[in-house]
Antibody, heavy 122, light 108 residues
């Protein structure tokens, strides 16, 4: 059974930093593109970032480009999101998500974690 | 960036009725790489439909997707009590990946 378990969320002051983790199990982590998707309280879904199987290719939403860094450690089956220069508008539940097909960017998200809440507030 | 517009924002229906949800893209979605997700309060989204019309594993056949290019539809043939939720479309054909704003299906 695929499992994605996010951690690392919490309360951070504006301008602060935080790193989220997503521990994966139940599938061959290293052959799937992985992504982060967020959801502000009471709002819709927003894609944040995606990373290739090797970790060498990354994509970001304009809203986080230059502030967030996605990475992965295939030896630890773990996905990361380093978040710097945090703003109030980054407050959201952050989900990690796995794509449906191996070794491709063009696939829907078939598995999601339960999410971790980031609150940016003074 | 491909903007996805979902309509209506809210759909008020009774169990047993048919639900028709629309997702319109600002430009053609590559290879019809369009997915639909269901989200219930306090839960992560669940994949229903991918490739515009293929049901994901374990999804009941009352859910169906159709459309191509810029116009897509999710149909729930007969609403069950567990189907009342928010539904999102998403395109995964080009970056940035984008989601629609969602349609809430509520009990009338």
């Amino acid at each position: 059974e695929v499992q994605l378990l996010e951690s690392g969320g919490g309360l951070v002051q504006p301008g602060g930093s935080l790193r989220l983790s997503c521990a994966a199990s139940g599938f061959t982590f290293g052959i799937y593109v992985m992504s982060w998707v967020r959801q502000a309280p009471g709002k819709g879904l927003e894609w944040v970032s995606s990373i290739s199987t090797s970790g060498h290719i990354t994509y970001y939403a304009d809203s986080v480009k230059g502030r967030f860094t996605i990475s992965r450690d295939n030896s630890k089956n773990t996905l990361y999101l380093q978040m710097n220069s945090l703003r109030a508008e980054d407050t959201a539940i952050y989900y990690c998500a796995k794509v449906f097909y191996a070794s491709t960017w063009n696939a829907a998200f078939d598995s999601w974690g339960q999410g971790t809440l980031l609150t940016v507030s003074s | 960036e491909i903007v996805l517009t979902q309509s209506p924002g809210t759909l008020s229906l009774s169990p047993g009725e048919r639900a028709t949800l629309s997702c319109r893209a600002s430009q053609s979605v590559s290879n019809n790489y369009l997915a639909w997700y269901q989200q219930k309060p306090g839960q992560a989204p669940r994949l229903l439909i991918y490739g515009a019309s293929s049901r994901a594993t374990g999804i009941p056949d009352r859910f169906s997707g159709s459309g191509s290019g810029t116009d897509f539809t999710l149909t729930i043939s007969r609403l069950e009590p567990e189907d009342f939720a928010v539904y999102y479309c998403q395109q995964y054909g080009s970056f940035p990946l984008t989601f629609g704003g969602g349609t809430k299906v509520e009990v009338k």
